[in-house]
């Protein structure tokens, strides 16, 4: 049995447990009495707000019970926020005001959350790194904790120089192209990095060692050289994915894995406020999975990092709190309580399993609303439904969260659909009383509840099937998550070519008379893409006395099973993201997708 087919015994003991705890709760008196207690002290513990309207509420609503057993029920299946299993959040607040917050007649920016970061995270990515920077300026204007996501073109995904024959076209289109340590260093200009209410994310899994290595390099020469321990932020690098899913994995399956485990280790000791991996089950979801797949092989998936971070000699209870996870949110029932069965599943398995402690255990979650959802047809309804993602997202506590803009079926992101975008969350949190007043306002209803029974026990089932397949690189190796993948994305196109899934102002209540919108198409001018082939030339020349050097010594590292990281930080200071990625390959080969 593999540590998947572990965590599916440990959840259903998990279950068996929750029954003998509501018998003793109702049998053992000193027990009941304890659980009673714990449930009166919870309670005393709440508090209260008071809504602009005069209303005063709990800050934390819990059920109205008095006897043992069915307060032992409550805590052991739905639990209090930030307590074991976290189905209800990580974290005990999320989203309030501060307490004891009273209604004012002035004008307190953020609905006066002072007391929370807000979980509004701005994802930008397009042109040269100074057209991102500007747009991350335009965002995050009004925003009190500066929380920057960052979408990276295509050469740079597959770690290819801006020079390489054949990119010219791709440059700067669809994300933002980093080639060099200086370009790192426009990308976040005038963004203080060393300071706690900054922190940037990094959406690239191939060449993630080598683009953190830029990142840590070109915040050194801002920031002096101790500045790693005060960095905040999260890189994807999740390579399991790739293969499952994105297609953007560069080098062979273990080399990925060591590189990955070279700087999640470097990150867990050196940066204890930066994420070194995004776990991402997002991108498994766009490629066509169920709402199901996509929880069941995003975990799947992080459970067997921890399991090879472990067999590295690697400290759960030092990695585990630096892992963070990505789910898509779309409009299918299973996401009204889709990520409050993963914090659980994850919770179980991370302790009856691996044998990690609290921090461990906690399943810290990005949401981003589903880019699969948005389409050409009457686009303007991509407002309404990314606005009906984004209250799911929150219903499940995410921790941070992006929202799409309506005009990506057609273009970049434009300035307005992106306000637009941000300005939805703002609403959501600020402007409407669902969260800021009550933490737990639209969870825990029996419609939830169900939901998420249904979920759980779909996930073990997948569970169950990757165990079959020999666990996690197994079922790879087989091509099943991927197979899987394909084919639940045929279903859905069926499905809506047929009628049978409602896409509004596509397949049902069409406009006969809509045409083809005009939305202004944002594109990287040819001058700029050819600008960041003479700045990646000029680079390289400047450094072309250290280039080999560099390289040679990193080739080294790599044969002597040294801590790959750890050099990166220094090769890139000389070198290229095309020259260290040629290297490498030339080391360790490139990935080739079984068949």
């Known amino acids: 049995m593999t540590s998947l087919g572990q965590i599916v015994s440990a959840i259903e003991n998990y279950r068996r447990s929750g029954s003998d ?151 700067g289109e669809g994300g933002v192209a980093i080639d060099t340590v200086e370009d790192m260093e426009r990308l976040y200009d005038g963004f203080a990095l ?51 899913a994105q297609n953007e994995l560069i080098f062979p399956i273990e080399p990925s894995l060591r590189f990955l485990a070279d700087m999640v280790d470097f990150c867990s000791r050196q940066m204890p406020k930066w994420y070194p991996i995004s776990i991402s089950g997002y991108h498994i979801a766009e490629a066509g999975a169920t709402p199901v797949q996509q929880a069941a092989y995003t975990l799947s998936n992080g459970f067997a990092y921890v399991d090879y971070f472990q067999n590295r000699g690697m400290n759960v209870n030092l990695f585990g709190p630096r892992l963070s996870f990505f789910l898509d949110c779309a409009l299918d029932i299973e996401y009204v309580a889709l990520a409050r069965i993963c914090r659980k599943v994850w919770a179980i398995g991370i302790r009856d399993v691996f044998g990690g402690e609290k921090r461990a255990q906690i399943l810290k979650l990005h949401t981003q609303t589903s880019g699969r959802s948005l389409i ?26 992006h929202s799409n803009s309506a005009d990506e079926p057609f273009t970049t992101p434009s300035e307005e659909y992106a306000r637009y975008a941000a300005h939805a969350q703002a609403i959501l949190l600020e402007e409407s009383g669902l969260f800021k007043h009550m933490m737990n306002t639209l969870q825990g209803s029996p419609g939830m509840k169900a939901v998420g029974q249904a979920v759980e026990e779909a996930i073990l089932d997948e569970f169950r099937e990757i165990e079959h397949q020999g666990g996690v690189i197994g079922a790879v190796e ?73 390289l040679d010594r990193l080739s080294q590292v790599v044969e002597q099973k040294g801590n790959v990281f750890e050099e990166l930080i220094s090769t890139v200071e000389h070198c290229s993201l095309g020259q260290i990625t040629e290297r490498l390959c030339a080391v360790v080969g490139r990935f080739r997708p079984m068949v």
Request: glycine content about 10%; overall charge positive; some cysteine.
């Open 478 to 550: 087989r091509r099943y998550q991927r197979s899987q993948i394909q084919a639940s994305g045929h279903l859905l196109e069926r499905q809506i070519y047929d009628g049978i899934r409602p896409v509004i102002g596509l397949n049902r209540y069409r406009d006969p008379d809509g045409n083809w919108p005009e939305v202004h198409m944002i594109r990287t001018p040819k001058e700029k893409k050819q600008l960041q082939q003479d700045r990646l030339h000029d680079f390289e020349k400047r450094h072309a006395g250290e280039t080999e050097r560099c």
């Open 376 to 401: 050409a047809a009457d686009w303007r309804n991509n407002l309404t439904r990314t606005a009906l993602e984004l209250m799911l997202a929150c219903m499940n506590a995410t921790n941070s969260c």
């Open 194 to 244: 060393d300071q706690p209410h900054v922190s940037v994310s990094m959406t690239i899994s191939g060449p993630a060692p080598i683009v953190l290595a830029m990142y840590i390099a070109a915040a050194k020469h801002r920031f002096g050289a101790d500045v790693g321990g005060k960095l905040r932020g999260t890189i994807q690098a999740d390579v399991l994915k790739e293969i499952q």
């Open 21 to 171: 705890q509501v018998q003793k709760a109702r049998t053992d008196r000193e027990f009941g009495e304890r659980v009673r207690q714990r449930w009166r002290d919870a309670k005393v513990k709440i508090g209260s707000t008071v809504t602009p309207t005069g209303l005063r509420l709990p800050r934390l609503a819990l059920p109205d019970l008095d006897e043992a057993g069915e307060i032992a029920r409550f805590l052991w299946d739905e639990g209090l926020p930030g307590e074991f299993p976290f189905l209800t959040a990580a974290y005990a607040e999320q989203y309030l005001e501060p307490a004891g917050s009273e209604p004012t007649n002035g004008n307190q920016r953020n609905g006066g959350q002072a007391s929370s970061e807000e979980p509004t995270r701005l994802f930008a990515g397009l042109g040269l790194a100074e057209d991102t920077n500007a747009r991350f300026h335009y965002l995050s204007r009004n925003q009190r904790s500066k929380r920057l996501s960052t979408a990276f073109d295509g050469p740079t995904l597959y770690g290819v120089g801006a020079g390489t024959d054949g990119v010219f076209g791709k440059i």
